[in-house]
Nanobody
Framework: QVQLVESGGGLVQPGGSLRLSCAAS????????MGWYRQAPGKQRELVAH???????NYAESVKGRFTISRVNAKNTVYLQMNSLKPEDTAVYYC??????????????WGQGTQVTVSS
């Protein structure tokens, strides 16, 4: 069993910052890629940022220059530093990890989500 637990969401004013954390635990052989997705009401879930085990990153165009994804492999933890937040960043943010639980099986796992609200 693999569990992902997000933390760090909350209410922030436009222009403010938040730092999200996601820790993976359970039966883990290795974690290849980790990422953050978000979903606003009435919209599809979208990729926000993605990071490989080696540290290569990708970002949605809408967050480039404002968000930074990082990870600490030894702790199976991924972070999302969000700066210069805008109201359109308001969404539930979900942690994702592609986890190998043994040498023969790997799959995507999701956290429960954490709410980020950017409002005056």
């Amino acid at each position: 069993q693999v569990q992902l637990v997000e933390s760090g969401g909350g209410l922030v004013q436009p222009g403010g910052s938040l730092r999200l954390s996601c820790a993976a635990s359970g039966i883990i052989f290795s974690i290849n890629a980790m990422g953050w997705y978000r979903q606003a009401p009435g919209k599809q879930r979208e990729l926000v940022a993605h990071i490989t085990r080696g540290g290569s990153t990708n970002y949605a165009e809408s967050v480039k220059g404002r968000f930074t994804i990082s990870r600490v492999n030894a702790k199976n933890t991924v972070y999302l530093q969000m700066n210069s937040l805008k109201p359109e960043d308001t969404a539930v943010y979900y942690c994702n990890a592609h986890v190998a639980v043994n040498r023969g099986f790997s799959d995507d796992y999701w956290g429960q989500g954490t709410q980020v609200t950017v409002s005056s």
